[in-house]
């Protein structure tokens, strides 16, 4: 089979970034991530690392033998060769018309050849798009992002230093001796705070005040004061426990792992995307070289024709064969266009730096469709497709979020009923070290002991925050059962067209057969070209065109249909052989 996978991993940094992993070519990203990687071709379409995990496996050889579907569809360069050699022999034996059929070809499939040429097959451009793509590469900052918001979410815990200073200087009239009408006052507190997980507030600080006044009776001036203060402030009902203050830590910790998924279904989209655009465009170019033998047979019959206008071909049959020509000539440059698309659209997904869309490269595909039948299980496939899909994953860790929005909310709801207990030592003195010294001999405490209750009236405001909280849980839980539904049916359909689309390749490559032998017999059969003889060998070839286009594109859906199964089932990486997987190393 010409499917072929890529040897890489994907490894997800542990604070910073990803790892596409494989062996040699390196390519750092903008936020820290590496990808790394040498591009192996291995086993067939869906026969994937982990093989217990895969119910889908190859059955008996193609029905259709490919070298006569190469022949009906070739590739413009072979096709080019054999109208090279054809026209050779044709101008060596004198048979002008068939030199004139093999020089129309030739220029009708030099249409979308370009300077500049690129040999690619299907696993060097899944490579170059995991190195070069900018929607993987757009899509690796999301994981880092969101570690960065789960250290923000951890940080609540982390001890505070503060250091308040305070500096007063009051010169002021009074009305009597006993009080100061100048007051100089300096206080200096530092300390250390923290938040336990239980919703606690302990701390603990050191403060020295020192008071100068106009006072004559003081008799310490300026006077000293100092202390050393611990202090636990306990939520007894609101912002109460282990859960809810780490809620936040674990809302973080499942968006990470969001993101994870995120990242993988980007990757997972991405290679889809190249794989079909590879394909698409081995389908235009063929597609080309079909439109140019109907178009060279149709211009010949043409001239033919008008060659004849004065004998036996009147101007109404000449008009309706040069209508059906100009609708040719104009179908042709509009299958030029789409070969012309299919790279451009190639281009882009890939984003390699030695290719880009300002460049005329002409992409020339080296691999040709698998027509090897796959068989699967429906059932199998979906039970796969359930557990393995990523949005599913996303969306159980959304409803996983929801309900611990309606914990907080609920905890929220409850009245304010804070414990604080606080413990000082205390010391007086005329100057900061002696008032330290009085401290450190514990001779002065104080206790205290406080309660604060805080009831909201009505308490709507949070009632109404708890039934958001509810509601959108239940609708996170009927979105999580509706991406059920839809897994399976994009299981069974993507099932349900890989066994249509190959039914389909037997069906049109007989379809194509018979056209082929239909032209020939006409051809051969022609005791003379009258109109009429040409008219149906015209719509014989039209016929055999239009069933040479049924083949290939039921070749090139019958493909993209395996990697749509895979995809379905969330095993398209696995089927590509790229992990994702944590970097230990980190």
Not at 25 to 39: E, F, H, R, V
Not at 109 to 122: A, F, K
Not at 376 to 386: F, I, K, S, T, W
Request: glycine letters at 4%; charged letters at 25%.
């Amino acid at each position: 089979m010409v499917h072929r996978t890529v040897a890489l991993t994907v490894a997800a940094l542990a604070l910073s970034g990803l790892i596409i992993d494989g062996g040699q070519a390196q390519a750092a990203l903008p936020n820290g991530y590496l990808i790394t990687g040498a591009p192996t071709a291995l086993a067939p379409a869906l026969q994937q690392a982990g093989q217990e995990e895969s119910t889908a496996g190859e059955a008996d050889d193609a029905l259709v033998p490919q070298s006569r579907l190469a022949w009906h569809v070739p590739d413009p360069q072979a096709s080019r060769e054999e109208a090279l050699k054809k026209l050779e022999e044709a101008v060596r034996d004198g048979e002008r018309a068939a030199a004139a059929y093999g020089t129309r070809v030739i220029d009708r499939v030099d249409v979308i050849h370009r300077p500049e040429q690129l040999d690619l097959s299907l696993e060097d451009a899944l490579r170059r798009a995991l190195d070069n793509s900018y929607a993987i590469e757009t899509a690796a900052y999301s994981p880092a992002i969101e570690t960065a918001r789960v250290v923000e979410a951890e940080a609540v815990f982390d001890a505070l230093f503060y250091t308040n200073v305070i500096k007063n200087i009051q010169d002021k009239p009074v009305g009597s001796d006993l009080a100061s009408s100048y007051v100089n006052y300096f206080d200096l507190r530092s300390g250390v705070r923290k938040l336990l997980p239980t919703g606690m507030q302990v701390g603990a600080s050191y403060g020295v005040k020192r008071t100068y006044t106009s006072i004559v009776f003081q008799q310490i001036n300026p006077e000293y004061f100092s202390d050393i203060t611990l202090e636990m402030r306990q939520p007894l009902l609101r912002g109460f426990g282990i859960d809810y203050n780490r809620s936040l830590i674990v809302i973080a910790k499942n968006n990470r792992l969001i993101s994870d998924y995120a990242f993988r279904r980007q990757v997972r989209d991405t290679l889809r995307q190249v794989e079909e655009a590879y394909w698409r465009l081995v389908q235009a170019r063929r597609d080309v070289v079909v439109t140019a033998r109907l178009l060279a047979g149709f211009e010949a019959i043409y001239e033919y024709l008008e060659a004849r206008r004065d004998f036996d071909v009147i101007p109404v049959q000449l008009a309706a064969t040069k209508a059906n020509l100009e609708s040719a000539r104009w179908d042709f440059v509009r299958r030029c266009a789409n070969v012309f698309d299919a790279e451009d659209q190639l281009t882009a997904s890939m984003n390699a730096p030695d290719i880009n869309l300002a460049d005329a490269v002409e992409i020339i595909p080296l691999d040709f469709p698998s027509l090897s039948r796959i068989v699967v299980d429906p059932l199998a496939e979906v039970q796969v497709g359930l557990d393995h899909r990523p949005e599913i994953k996303e969306d159980e860790l959304n409803v996983a979020n929801a309900k611990i929005a309606v914990g907080r909310a609920k905890n929220e709801e409850l009245p304010k009923l804070d414990l604080t207990f606080r413990y000082m030592i205390d010391g007086l003195a005329g100057n900061a070290d002696k008032a330290f010294d009085e401290v450190s001999r514990n001779k002065y405490s104080e206790y205290y002991v406080g309660v604060d209750l805080e009831v909201p009236i009505g308490n709507r405001g949070p009632r109404a925050a708890t039934k958001r909280a509810k509601l959108q849980h239940d609708q996170a839980v009927s979105r999580l059962k509706l991406r059920f539904e839809e897994v399976i049916l994009d299981v069974n359909m993507a099932v349900r067209e890989l066994s249509t689309t190959y039914e389909q390749i037997a069906s049109s490559f007989e379809a194509a057969e018979a056209r082929e032998r239909e032209v020939e017999s006409i051809v051969a059969r022609a005791e003379r070209m009258d109109i009429n003889t040409l008219t149906n060998e015209l719509n014989a070839r039209q016929s055999l065109a239009a069933a040479r286009r049924a083949m290939l594109a039921a070749v090139v859906d019958y493909n993209i249909a395996i990697i749509d199964l895979e995809r379905a089932k969330g095993t398209l990486l696995r089927h590509y052989n790229v992990a994702v997987a944590p970097n230990e190393g980190e």
